[in-house]
């Protein structure tokens, strides 16, 4: 029992950055319908960027990551003026192709600037903490906390805030929202700048408790994906629950059967649970 609690705790770890990863590509995706595959690119921008204010500018991880947070608001929002708003009434496959490019664009610019190698960005956080025979890192703790924290914030601001509601109204009717005084050019930029912040903040935890390489982010989009389709498309709750079961499946598998097959295992449970659920854990049948 203990060892399935433990196998548990290390998937709420993993679960919270596929969560985060889910939450930023689902509010693209359910307001926007957009398919944003750089988001995994992005995300790693923000960890190595995190990693080269830290590491070679010697600044305090704190304000690391606080730069980090607003330079990929600050980028999110280019993306959406200069990547997908010009497509944005043309067909389904502008985008799409956009998207792949962006990706390209994004490795591309992380390769050239950050370099090739593997980094891992240094926390100090080297603490184990004990419960009941329960081991908990106290890096993975705080990753649990912070990830915790930026979902009940998203989901403070999405359902208090008049921003928020704002962004729900253009998600379900444009016209409406148009009738309503509702600035419709605004909200796009603001829906880039928050999700593109949440992948920053799961590159950091990436960064952070394994290593950021070329390759990882587009690793990470299909995870997000793949929780998207689990939970719900353009379902918040749906990407929370789908990020945290994915992250516990793939723990659980690690732990009991081998860590070569906890992908397999994962996207088999993700299949069965859709042969019984098409719309998703939490999507709307």
Do not use: W
């Not at 704190?62 to 999110?76: C, R």
Request: proline share 3%.
């Amino acid at each position: 029992m203990i060892e399935i609690l433990q196998q548990i705790i290390n998937g709420l770890a993993i679960g919270g950055v596929y969560v985060l990863i889910a939450l930023g590509l689902t509010i693209v995706f359910g307001i926007l319908g957009i398919a944003h595959f750089a988001h995994g690119s992005v995300s790693m921008f923000g960890g190595y960027l995190t990693f080269f204010l830290v590491a070679q500018q010697g600044l305090p991880l704190t304000l690391a990551i606080a730069i980090a947070l607003v330079v990929g608001m600050v980028l999110g929002v280019l993306i959406e003026l200069l990547a997908y708003r010009p497509v944005r009434n043309a067909n389904h496959i502008n985008a799409f192709i956009v998207a792949l490019g962006l990706t390209m664009m994004v490795e591309g610019f992380n390769l050239q600037f950050f370099g090739a190698e593997q980094v891992v960005i240094p926390t100090g956080a080297t603490r184990v903490f004990n419960f009941g025979g329960l081991t908990l890192p106290e890096l993975r703790l705080y990753v649990i906390l912070g990830a915790a924290a930026l979902i009940v914030a998203m989901t403070i601001f999405v359902e208090k805030t008049k921003t928020g509601q704002a962004i729900r109204a253009v998600a379900e009717n444009r016209d409406a929202a148009i009738l309503m005084g509702i600035n419709v050019q605004m909200i796009p930029m603001i829906v880039f700048a928050i999700s593109t912040a949440l992948g920053v903040a799961a590159g950091v935890m990436v960064g952070s408790l394994f290593a950021i390489a070329p390759g990882v982010g587009e690793g990470l989009v299909v995870k997000g994906f793949a929780v998207l389709i689990l939970g719900g498309l353009g379902s918040i709750p749906g990407a929370v629950v789908g990020g945290i079961v994915l992250g516990v499946t793939e723990a659980l598998a690690a732990g009991f059967i081998s860590s070569a097959y906890k992908d397999v295992i994962a996207f088999v449970v993700m299949i069965g649970v859709l042969l019984f659920r098409p719309q998703g854990l939490m999507g709307r049948a």
